[in-house]
């Protein structure tokens, strides 16, 4: 795909001035005038990227191509917009063919783009420390509450938000098998953990406690309560986020979380049945040498240059054997790359804008749905980008399979995964999404109920 470049009217400006053109329209004075068949501005108003990748696709769509199904599938991996600047560069040979180098080969290359992705990483999330990437949030989950264990020795219990994604629970369960750990589920009420689940559980036994924020049901948890309640009783603190939500809500360094994990795959990685998948994981620093990954450190070398070295690797058991924090022996460097292109593409005010519009989009798409009176909202709170919808008469898993060949794919179905979420459905709007593709499903969903 052609890079995506434009110029600015000031650069412009700078560019007719060094070839001494006054305007746009003299370079073309040479070209008689009954010969032009438009006049300037030839091209219309500017448009978003995404925007004119849509418009192409309309353009293309005459041709009789079919078209695609608009996705407003939620529930962990996301249809969010990427860059043509992600797949452009991380798709050269360099990056894609040495992937995820061990020290002896890894180059000062991929040292340097590792070491972006940590300061990029720390930065979005405002943790001290981040590692060069894991393979998702699962996984990162779960290492990161095994870390927790080992700073807390002694005590046996570590509390769960029921609102977390079940899949993240499941992988977590499965971890724990070999662990003299137990898992306790924070009942939820209302879409959110209610801070009475966590202090009827929170006692001298308690490691840790995990919420995912924004949770499996894309509403908001009260996360600095939460974290005051929690390291009031001794206990740590792991938050799972939604790193596209940080550009509107507070990352979990403001609210003091231990350790913080989120899955990357909505930082310039396609859905891809499950998608491609990255694994964040960040802590505060002093548990920097019971963190599993590697750390890549910037130094100086024998010639006072600037240089890239694995600073600390305590998971890798080719260095410490059985005393290695973990044994996960890989990651997705490689998306950690595109994650890192990503990120400094769209920089502090694009992950804002992209938030917001994520936002707005569901709130949107609430509105519209409520108006009907044919669907129920179950979960009143605040939600950012994705949000329940239950169906009053119908089967589900049937409503699903309906809108499939209208062209709108939505779900997952939360009955599949707890009894008390029977009848809804998840619908997710992402920055991609508009109010025409919102309105034509809320009038397919009106026409199915």
């Not at 505060?284 to 990954?293: D, N, Q, S, V």
Request: net charge neutral.
């Amino acid at each position: 795909m052609i890079p995506y470049l434009c110029s600015t009217e000031e650069e412009q400006k700078k560019m007719l001035a060094e070839i001494g053109a006054a305007s746009l329209e003299d370079l073309f004075h040479s070209i008689p005038r009954e010969l032009m068949t438009h006049t300037f501005p030839v091209l219309p108003p500017a448009l978003r990227e995404y925007e004119l990748l849509r418009e192409i696709r309309n353009i293309a769509g005459r041709n009789g191509i079919s078209p695609k199904s608009v996705s407003f599938m939620g529930g962990g991996v996301y249809e969010h917009f990427i860059p043509s600047i992600v797949p452009a560069l991380a798709g050269r040979a360099e990056f894609v063919t040495s992937y995820t180098p061990y020290h002896p080969e890894a180059s000062q290359g991929n040292l340097q783009v590792f070491f972006e992705y940590q300061s990029l990483i720390t930065r979005l999330l405002e943790m001290d420390i981040s590692n060069a990437s894991m393979y998702d949030v699962a996984t990162a989950l779960a290492e990161g509450v095994i870390m927790a264990a080992g700073q807390m020795s002694g005590r046996k219990r570590c509390l769960v938000a029921e609102t977390m994604h079940p899949f993240y629970r499941d992988v977590l369960a499965t971890y724990m098998k070999n662990f003299d750990l137990e898992l306790v589920i924070l009942k939820s009420t209302g879409g959110i953990v209610p801070l009475a689940s966590l202090e009827k559980e929170l006692d001298d036994q308690t490691v840790c406690a995990v919420y995912q924020h924004p949770n499996f049901l894309g509403c908001l948890e009260n996360m600095n309560a939460a974290s005051e309640r929690i390291h009031a009783s001794g206990a740590l603190f792991l938050s799972v986020v939604d790193p596209i939500s940080l550009g509107l809500l507070s990352p979990p360094g403001q609210y003091h979380a231990d350790i913080a994990v989120a899955e990357g795959q909505c930082l310039g990685m396609p859905p891809w049945f499950g998608g491609e998948t990255l694994g964040i994981f960040t802590c505060k620093k002093e548990f920097m040498r019971k963190m599993p990954g590697r750390l890549v450190g910037l130094t100086t070398d024998t010639r006072g240059k600037r240089g890239f070295v694995l600073t600390l690797q305590t998971r890798e058991q080719h260095i410490r054997r059985e005393k290695a924090t973990s044994n996960i022996c890989t990651n997705h460097a490689l998306n950690a790359i595109k994650a890192t292109i990503y990120l400094s593409a769209m920089g502090p005010s694009g992950m804002k804008e992209i938030a917001q519009t994520c936002y707005a989009n569901a709130q949107y798409a609430l509105s519209q749905i409520k108006q009907l009176g044919k669907y129920h909202i179950p979960f009143e709170g605040p939600v950012f980008k994705e949000f329940a919808v239950k169906a009053r008469n119908g089967n589900v898993p049937e409503l699903i399979q309906a809108l499939a060949p209208k062209g709108f794919l939505v779900g997952p179905d939360l009955g599949a995964f707890l009894p008390e979420w029977k009848n809804c459905f998840l619908i997710c709007t992402t920055e991609i999404r508009n109010r025409k593709e919102i309105d034509e499903l809320v009038k397919a969903l009106n026409a199915l109920s």
